[in-house]
């Protein structure tokens, strides 16, 4: 016992001579570690084995790692030879919206997430009142009056409420797009694109980490790749990154990455690939094509990289089955649009075609990569009238209509004006786990932050919404063995805090911001299902955001202790560079 104390306080005493250095003054009886993490099995992120200790947590931050069982601690958790890891970082997670709902994010807490990543394509601004106007639906979805207008005004709002986990986001290019041309399928002007260009700078002086695109939702897919090689090359010069829902996941997979990765080239910053994955039966067992694509572009000196959420259902908006010319103008003119009988005939002309839309076109038929209507699941709708058939297949919403599945879908999309999403049963298992095995691979989980209870109880997502990382630690570490565990946990840390540059974050490690979880990997455990998907994960014993328990014992503790993540671009207000 002796020589644990001594060892403790020699510890202490370094952490202490380093904060008066830097001229901080600290008396050792006064000045207790926030919390101490006893006898943990330390798994630090970076992919090595673990190894025994003790973490000392102050001020947000990792005070020290070593032996601290006799050193003085405000709180102290006995990990009791559970894993003590980095917190879990969600490389797309969506919650701008729901955030605001419920600020404690629970489905990401009990999952281990401390931070996400989100603005995928649309992002929480830039926005005008014709895009708030545009976007009414989701808005008085959630119960929500938007107050923000730029990155920036977000990040406030954020700020001011609180927030259970970390936050940062990409400047979406689609955004910015309608900012400036609206919904429409049109090309920009030198003016104009040098608008659009001005505004992907200030949202990257606010803070954003990148650009990101969305290239299946309408009126994204009308922009061209030299379009997005302007755009990412102003997120690049304030340091950013450019990641991508790629154009299409299905028949043109290759060619998407081609895209991606020329835009990465030409716009000279690094690319990340968002949910990775070969889409459509005709496309099982493409995966290996993909990576050796990949692979090849790497080799050639492309910075790219790719994550995944290791399901075989995506998940989107309804509305991506419908060719992008019927989107032109936004969706009030697609609805007008289904509603006209000559112009429906068209659309669905178009899906039951391979190929090319009646416009000439190329776009990413998702009607032509699924088995039929049956691999369709209804999640999520605006409509009240509409929420019984949440949870219940197209194929048989066709039947309670008594009409095909198409006619269904457009009927659907009618009533719920264009809001509605849902899951797609579309990608084979060997694909699924040859992506998430490679080791340029990272985790995201695609889904907002949401709970069993109150409007956000209502919906009926997908289960990777409340299962993702337990399930990989489940499924392909402890059953199938697919993964170790020090990889997945570097799967979850180390590597997405490196792509995104969060240069304190991601590692256990002394003078690292302290996001730890602490779990039994032989107990964690998702339970969301496809049937039945609001249920939290078990097995996550305790959460810590910048140092605060958001989960002990197994329960939330309420704490807001989150903070908005800039990127390297961000000038406080006022500042110039």
């Known amino acids: 016992m002796q020589r644990k104390i001594s060892w403790g306080a020699a510890i202490l005493g370094s952490v202490l001579v380093a904060m008066q250095a830097a001229g901080q003054e600290v008396a050792p009886s006064r000045k207790p570690f926030d919390v101490v993490i006893l006898h943990g099995h330390i798994i630090d992120g970076t992919g090595s084995p673990w190894y025994a200790g003790d973490i000392g947590i102050r001020d947000g931050r990792i005070a020290a790692i070593g032996e601290l069982s006799g050193v003085a601690a405000n709180r102290t958790i006995d990990a009791q030879s559970r894993v003590v890891a980095p917190g879990f970082i969600d490389m797309l997670g969506q919650s701008e919206l729901t955030m605001l709902v419920d600020p404690r994010v629970p489905s990401k807490i009990f999952q281990g997430i401390t931070t996400e990543i989100t603005g995928e394509g649309d992002s929480a601004a830039p926005m005008n009142d014709a895009m708030i106007a545009a976007d009414r639906a989701a808005y008085e979805h959630y119960h929500l009056t938007p107050d923000w207008r730029t990155l920036g005004q977000y990040f406030a709002r954020l700020e001011k409420q609180g927030m259970g986990i970390n936050l940062a986001s990409y400047v979406g290019a689609t955004s910015v797009r309608r900012m400036v041309l609206g919904d429409a399928d049109v090309q920009p002007t030198a003016t104009q694109l040098d608008q659009m260009k001005s505004l992907v700078a ?193 194929s048989e919403v066709a039947a309670l209509w008594h009409e095909d599945a198409i006619d269904a879908l457009c009927d659907l999309l009618i009533k719920d004006r264009a809001f509605t999403e849902v899951a797609v049963f579309g990608m084979d298992e060997p694909d699924v786990k040859l992506a998430l095995q490679q080791p340029w691979v990272s985790v995201d989980n695609d889904s907002s932050g949401t709970s069993p209870e109150g409007v956000l109880g209502g919906e009926h997502p997908h289960p990777r919404a409340y299962g993702t990382f337990p399930r990989i630690l489940r499924k392909y570490v402890r059953e199938e063995h697919a993964l170790t565990l020090p990889d997945a946990i570097r799967k979850f840390s180390a590597l997405p805090a490196q792509r995104l540059r969060l240069t304190d974050r991601g590692v256990l490690k002394q003078g690292m911001a302290a996001d730890v979880v602490v779990f039994d990997p032989e107990k964690i455990t998702d339970k969301a299902t496809f049937e039945n998907p609001n249920q939290f994960s078990v097995g996550m014993d305790y959460v810590l955001v910048n140092g605060v328990p958001v989960m002990a014992e197994g329960k939330m503790t309420g704490a807001l202790p989150g903070k908005v993540l800039r990127g390297p671009g961000y000038l406080p207000h006022g500042q110039t560079r």
Request: net charge negative.
């Open 202 to 394: 200030e949202a990257m002086k606010d803070g954003a980490v990148g650009l990101s695109t969305a290239l299946q939702y309408a009126p994204a897919p009308y922009a061209r790749t030299d379009e997005l090689v302007a755009l990412a090359g102003v997120a690049g010069q304030y340091g950013g990154i450019y990641a991508t829902h790629m154009r299409s996941e299905g028949d043109a997979v290759l060619e998407s990455i081609d895209e991606a990765a020329r835009i990465g080239r030409e716009g000279h910053l690094p690319v990340e690939i968002w949910h990775l994955k070969a889409a459509g039966k005709a496309n099982w067992g493409k995966m290996p094509r993909i990576v050796a694509r990949i692979d090849a572009a790497r080799a050639a000196g492309i910075d790219i990289t790719a994550d995944t959420y290791a399901y075989t259902a995506w998940f989107n908006t309804f509305s991506a089955f419908i060719p992008p010319w019927a989107h032109d103008g936004g969706d009030a003119r697609l609805v007008a649009r289904l509603k006209d009988p000559v112009l429906r005939a068209r659309i669905r002309k178009d899906m039951t075609s391979a190929g090319k839309d009646s416009a000439g076109e190329d776009w990413d038929n998702e009607w032509q990569e699924i088995p039929g209507p049956e691999a369709i699941l209804v999640a999520v709708v605006q409509n009240p009238e509409l929420v019984p058939l949440q949870g219940k297949r197209l």
